[in-house]
């Protein structure tokens, strides 16, 4: 007599094979950048990479090519100087450069700040500047103070990310290559530089300025974002175009990971308040510059198992540096090659 095989372990494989299949229920809708609210910088100012809040919600502070952080007052004089780094008046920086080529050749003596970051309880702001290195100012602003230029005797030639843990107020930011500076950033792509730093800074109990080399190593380590519960950072790494996490409390401190692939090259990281993370993707890893959709993708919601969430959508000459939900809905996006700070409804 002929055996029956039963079906239903077949049928099994089937549905959940057509589950993969299907769209996860997890994904929100797309968000559409395509048409946005700008706040404009001030005439001839370009590039707000970097976009921070201060624990009162006053803001936004942006990070500019010519040196200078900003702040954002409102109506009237919308934008006023905030901070820069004891370089940029030492050298003559707030005289106009005449061509675009000057100011570039300007960033090593002016400074190029990148990452921002407020410490909620004094008011501090972090700056993780491409060429003077971590530094901080307080509350009004001025002249910021330089706290860290190397680290385990080597210099740091391309500080960029930087995020601080409001509970123990240490200050964690990479340095994404020891071989190449800012300006020399597509080789450390094109070269698979693999030099990069994660570093952390105690301004609580550090009054030598000395630095912790968290890892060193790193391939492009661009953002950096401490997660919710503190046990560990969420890295951007550019040119690999993925997130690593890397361990700084429990049985797994020390030790990195993979944490997702990414559709784009990263640049800033942020918490989205809800447990995961905005990455702003700077450019598709597959993009068609020349496709006839002016659309591309230019943030990612990363959720904190590392699931992708949500993406947003953009016109082509958008490339976002750093993608900032606050609670109102609103989404800002920096831009390092933008004269504006663009605002989306998160809905």
């Known amino acids: 007599m002929a055996r029956r095989t039963p079906k239903l372990p077949l049928l099994a494989t089937l549905l959940a094979f057509l589950l993969l299949l299907l769209p996860s229920a997890a994904v929100a809708k797309a968000i559409d950048a395509t048409n946005t609210q700008h706040m404009d910088l001030p005439d001839g100012l370009v590039g707000p990479e970097s976009v921070a809040f201060n624990n009162h919600g006053a803001g936004p502070y942006v990070s500019i090519s010519d040196g200078r952080v900003l702040k954002y007052n409102g109506e009237g004089i919308e934008w006023t100087t ?15 450069s005449t061509s675009e080529l000057p100011q570039v050749a300007r960033e090593s003596s002016c400074g190029r700040p990148l990452g921002l970051r407020f410490h909620n309880n004094s008011g501090d702001l972090y700056i993780a500047d491409a060429y003077m290195g971590l530094m901080r100012v307080g509350p009004k602003g001025g002249e910021a103070t330089v706290l860290v230029t190397e680290a385990g005797g080597v210099p740091l030639r391309f500080t960029n990310g930087v995020d601080v843990d409001q509970v123990t107020s240490d200050v964690y930011f990479t340095d994404s290559s020891t071989t190449y500076t800012r300006a020399e950033h597509e080789r450390v792509t094109k070269e698979r530089d693999s030099t990069g730093r994660i570093m952390k800074y105690n301004q609580q109990t550090n009054e030598t300025n000395e630095v912790t080399v968290l890892r060193s190593g ?6 950096i974002a401490i997660s919710a519960n503190r046990s560990h950072l969420i890295v951007a790494l550019t040119g690999p175009c993925k997130l690593m996490r890397h361990w700084i409390r429990g049985p797994n401190a020390g030790t990195a990971e993979l944490f997702t692939d ?11 308040g809800k447990g995961g993370y905005w990455v702003a993707l700077h ?19 990363i959720g904190a198992k590392g699931e992708r969430l949500q993406v947003m959508r953009g016109p082509k000459d958008v490339r976002p540096t750093e993608v900032v939900e606050r609670e109102d809905g609103k989404i800002y996006l920096g831009s390092v090659e933008l004269p504006y700070v663009s605002i989306v409804k998160s809905s």
Do not use: Q
Not at 262 to 272: E, H
């Open 82 to 96: 905030f901070a820069y780094s004891p370089s940029y008046s030492k050298n003559d920086c707030s005289t106009p």
């Open 218 to 223: 790193v391939t492009y380590p661009n953002g």
């Open 262 to 272: 990414l559709p784009g090259y990263p640049d800033n990281v942020r918490p989205d």
């Open 283 to 301: 450019r598709e890893k597959y993009e068609n510059p020349n496709g006839k959709e002016d659309s591309h993708l230019v943030a990612i919601r």
